[in-house]
């Protein structure tokens, strides 16, 4: 079995593969800050919860956008579980090409994406990452990474409007029943969910405009994802495991 690790901006999201097998899923807060010991305990009690001992992980790889937290991590993993994990970064081999002007900027999390999303589904592909921030990136025929697009999250957006406006409350981010609005909350939610829909369709439509592929498959992950694909055709493909999927792919061409 392989430990998969996707470091993200507010969750710590945790794989399990048996082969090629997904065994179970659990998740940590990425802001709370843990000690290398909280780390490692927590994970292994997860683990144990669904019958997992450290013996059966034989191995484990991590792709983090978080940098403060990685030294407890790696550290709790290396001493609990006893396996010094992979970390996704410069030098990994990923089996795809990135030629943007500057390479070090792509983080790791959508190189993971990208790998997951060609791998399964072939190029050339648009990987769509409904997550703290919103990633549109796009992956050639060949395997380039080719080019990339960022846009504030759902949630962040959420969170800057009950957060800056002093009447605006938090709201449950869901699709309303009409996007004619008649309420606060109802109001917010159909600017929210309508308004993402409406970036998708447009980013991919421009997307494929500009790169002259009208038919490139379009897959999307992310917390937020489901909500948004399942009220367009833009996307082709929601793929909730996606990152997990790339990581596993990844730590095979490592080994």
């Known amino acids: 079995m392989i430990l998969v690790i996707d470091v993200g901006n507010t969750n710590i999201t945790f794989g399990v593969y048996e082969g090629k097998t ?35 992980i034989e191995g484990t790889i991590v792709a983090s956008v978080v940098p403060n937290i990685m030294h407890s991590l790696v550290g709790g993993i290396t001493r609990y579980l006893g396996t010094p994990p992979l970390i996704v970064g410069a030098g990994t081999k990923t089996g795809i090409r990135i030629i ?15 790998v997951a999303a060609y791998e399964k589904y072939g190029g050339p592909v648009l990987v769509l990452d409904f997550g703290t921030a919103t990633t549109y990136d796009y ?17 962040m957006s959420a969170k800057a409007l009950w957060e800056d406006t002093a009447k605006l409350p938090m709201v449950e981010i869901k699709k309303p029943k009409s996007i004619l609005a008649q309420e606060t909350i109802s109001s917010m939610q159909a600017g929210l969910v309508y308004g993402q829909i409406g970036q998708t369709e447009y980013i991919v439509n421009m997307v494929k405009k500009e790169t002259g ?7 999307a992950t992310g917390g937020l994802g489901r909500i948004i694909s399942d009220e ?24």
């Open 100 to 114: 943007t002007e500057n390479p070090k900027e792509i983080g790791p999390d959508r190189i993971v994406d990208a």
């Open 139 to 155: 992956v050639t025929g060949d395997g380039c990474f080719a080019a990339g697009i960022t846009a504030p999250g759902v949630r």
């Open 22 to 56: 997904l065994v179970t899923t659990f998740r940590m807060m990425s802001k709370m800050p843990h000690t290398s010991d909280e780390y490692g305990m927590n994970i292994r009690q997860l683990l144990m919860f669904d019958g997992i001992s450290k013996e059966q």
């Open 213 to 219: 592929i009208a038919d490139m498959k379009v897959v």
């Open 232 to 255: 367009t055709d833009s996307i082709d493909i929601y793929d909730s495991a996606l990152t997990l999927e790339g990581l596993r792919y990844i730590y095979g061409k490592n080994r």
